[in-house]
């Protein structure tokens, strides 16, 4: 995709974001550089999960390497098949991965399609009704049973709420409807007269989220979405756990991938993100023998000949010539919006991104993998800005960038060498 073919406001939303510091929600393919070798592979599976299979995919990759930025680039493919998306962030505290109940719940907070942003369980549960009525017409109830049969063999709770929403919504009761709307995704503490009204009781467990996203993947193909795009991310937070939770955590992602491979999830492709030392070392996958076998893939021959096939992939990082490239790319997305085109693309030339790039890298130890986030982040906010607001700005003259701690990550910090580094451009 060109920079060309993005809407103002898209191109807006990836501009605001990396200045941010953050990674963009839409618009990726722009940005997109050393994605090439998983296009292929990535759209054939995706077709495979809209056709009713299922997928499951690891990547690994070190800190600064790409991994959400990848996420969010196949979450773009996946919208734009119809699919929904979800995005969850492993995290000892908040969404321990050995607590199901709470990822699933996480999962319908995150939830997305190409039309309602998160969370968009209620507008996908009101497409799933709005579509059968239109089927049925009067017969909505015989239909609504048929459609809920599969699900009542395996999660009869969650097919009993969804029955009880269709008719408050029929009855106009709005206050119920949004109880069952958030006991469905998996909240707790719903007042116990909406439960008891739909003949469910307590909250979801771990066992039951299983059934729970079961129920999920049902609704959603019935309103048209095909498919769920499932990310976890960060999994590799699972090496700082107590050991108990740990291995309990690793027992449930090797479930997952089991039920996965049984069937019992058609339509779910399941991503998750982790460094290298998560995926091989002592603390991570090789802890539970059944894990590390369903997950080795051989990473000894050159990353040039990975199969992106593979059940593990990985992504190789940013090297100078990339860093270069995406910034290229972020210069003409920039431009395109730009009061004067051609003076960001004279004044911020070629030669000047791959010192801003060089000089960054250097300072940070020479990771480059370390250095994509801040060069973007300063390369909008501080040189692009400047020179499409001010015609007399010259970067080179006019600018003598520097890193502070306070805006570094924990990762940057330890790369840098001081307080303030000071960046001299050739």
């Known amino acids: ?32 550089v050393g994605l090439d070798r998983f ?24 800190y600064g390497a790409g991994k959400t930025f990848l996420a969010r680039w196949l979450g773009e493919r996946a919208k734009r098949r119809g699919m929904a998306v979800a995005e969850v962030q492993i995290s000892e505290t908040e969404t321990p991965l050995h607590r199901l109940e709470t990822v699933y719940r996480r999962v319908a907070e995150s939830l997305q399609t190409a039309e309602y942003p998160p969370s968009a369980l209620r507008p996908v549960l009101d497409a799933w009704l709005y579509l059968l009525d239109q089927e049925a017409g009067t017969a909505a109830q015989d239909v609504l049973e048929r459609r809920l049969a599969t699900v009542s063999r395996t999660t009869p709770a969650f097919a009993a709420a969804l029955r009880a929403y269709h008719a408050a919504l029929t009855a106009g009761d709005n206050a119920t409807a949004e109880g069952l709307v958030a006991w469905l995704g998996g909240q707790p503490h719903v007042a116990a007269s909406v439960r008891r009204g739909a003949g469910v009781r307590g909250e979801l467990d771990h066992f039951g989220a299983f059934g729970f996203l079961q129920g999920l993947l049902t609704v959603l193909r019935d309103s048209g979405h095909p498919g769920l795009l499932l990310i976890l991310d960060e999994v590799e937070t699972l090496q700082r756990a107590r050991s108990d939770v740990r291995d ?3 027992n449930a992602l090797r479930q997952l991938i089991d039920e996965i491979d049984s069937g019992r999830f058609p339509g779910l492709y399941l991503a998750i993100t982790g460094t290298p030392a998560f ?16 997950l080795a893939t051989d990473f000894s021959t050159d990353a040039r000949f990975d199969n992106p096939r593979s059940v593990q992939v990985r992504l190789p990082g940013f090297t100078r010539d990339s860093l270069r490239e995406v910034g290229l790319r972020v210069r003409d997305l920039y431009a395109t919006g730009a009061a004067d085109p051609r ?7 070629d030669r000047y991104l791959g010192d801003l790039a060089t000089a960054l890298a250097g300072r940070l130890g020479g990771r480059v993998g370390v250095v994509p986030r801040l060069f973007l982040k300063k390369l909008i906010g501080e040189v692009l800005d400047r020179v499409d607001q001010f015609p007399d700005f010259d970067p080179r ?30």
Do not use: W
């Not at 995926?279 to 369903?294: E, I, N, S």
């Not at 003076?343 to 030339?349: Q, W």
């Open 397 to 426: 003259a006019d600018y003598a960038p520097t890193i502070a701690v306070n805006e570094m990550t924990d990762l940057e910090r330890n790369a840098a060498s001081a307080d303030e580094v000071p960046l001299d451009l050739p």
């Open 39 to 62: 296009e292929s592979t990535v759209d054939i599976e995706l077709a495979t999960v809209a056709a009713g299979g299922a997928v499951f995919k690891a990547v690994r990759g070190e």
């Open 279 to 294: 995926f091989d070392g002592p603390q991570g996958v090789q802890r539970l023998a059944p894990l590390a076998q369903r």
């Open 248 to 250: 309990k955590a690793l």
């Open 1 to 32: 995709m060109s920079a060309a073919a993005l809407s103002p406001r898209r191109r807006k939303e990836v501009i605001d974001a990396l200045r941010r510091g953050t990674v963009p929600r839409n618009g990726l393919d722009v940005l997109a």
């Open 343 to 349: 003076r960001i693309e004279s004044v911020v030339d």
